[in-house]
């Protein structure tokens, strides 16, 4: 948490455009620690397709994370505002080491997930983006079609993306019930989670209508 403060509060006194070198710089260390992650697994073979790729929520938060700094596409942003935000809260929080916690393996882990969290509240807070109006409800609807996609790939890969097909082993007061009801709620409070993290900003569009009104 000190380093994300760090870098976003380096970043809001930076000029214009060394915001964008800096974020870019965030951008660049957080794709070499995706890719060094996986050429980790490959090296030690034991990168398999069945829980190597990046089709947890902070798995493709990850690639997000940094893809938002080279293109700053505000669709991007909103996936991970909505996806990151709560995903790697939870997941530092409540961390589990699918592969293991030695060594690099326990670093990249924080590293990832921490980047997740930065690159979010960069965009957000350095970047000045924000979320657009009746954001939340429609990355929550896309997330549903994310869900038949990674559940029918799960079935192909005999695989458990994004828990769909084994509950997590953590302590998080969030996962209600055993499967498959515990994806119900996990899914009812990724909603609540999503809504949560919007109010503010619709709150604060509502005031800024009134001050012009």
């Not at 960069?122 to 109006?133: A, D, E, G, H, M």
Request: aromatic share 24%; hydrophobic share 55%; charged share 10%.
């Amino acid at each position: 948490c000190f380093i994300i403060f760090v870098f976003i509060n380096i970043g809001a006194n930076l000029p214009t455009g060394k915001k964008f070198f800096l974020g870019k710089a965030i951008g660049f260390i957080l794709f070499v620690n995706f890719i060094c992650f996986h050429l980790y697994q490959l090296y030690f073979g034991i990168w398999s397709a069945s829980y190597s790729l990046p089709l947890h929520l902070c798995g493709l938060s990850s690639i997000l994370s940094f893809l938002i700094f080279f293109f700053r596409k505000q669709w991007l942003y909103e996936l991970l505002f909505y996806w990151g935000i709560p995903g790697a809260f939870h997941s530092l929080m409540t961390p589990e080491f699918t592969l293991g916690k030695d060594g690099f393996l326990f670093y990249e882990y924080y590293v990832s997930h921490g980047g997740i969290l930065l690159s979010a509240l960069y965009c957000t807070f350095v970047l000045s983006f924000k979320p657009r109006l009746g954001s939340w409800w429609k990355v929550f609807l896309l997330s549903q079609s994310l869900i038949l996609i990674v559940g029918m790939l799960n079935w192909l890969l005999d695989a458990n993306y994004m828990y769909f097909s084994q509950k997590p082993i953590v302590d998080n007061p969030f996962l209600i019930g055993e499967w498959p009801w515990y994806i119900f709620f996990i899914d009812l409070f990724a909603m609540v989670h999503f809504l949560l993290i919007y109010i503010p900003f619709k709150i604060k569009f509502y005031n800024n209508k009134l001050s012009e009104a």
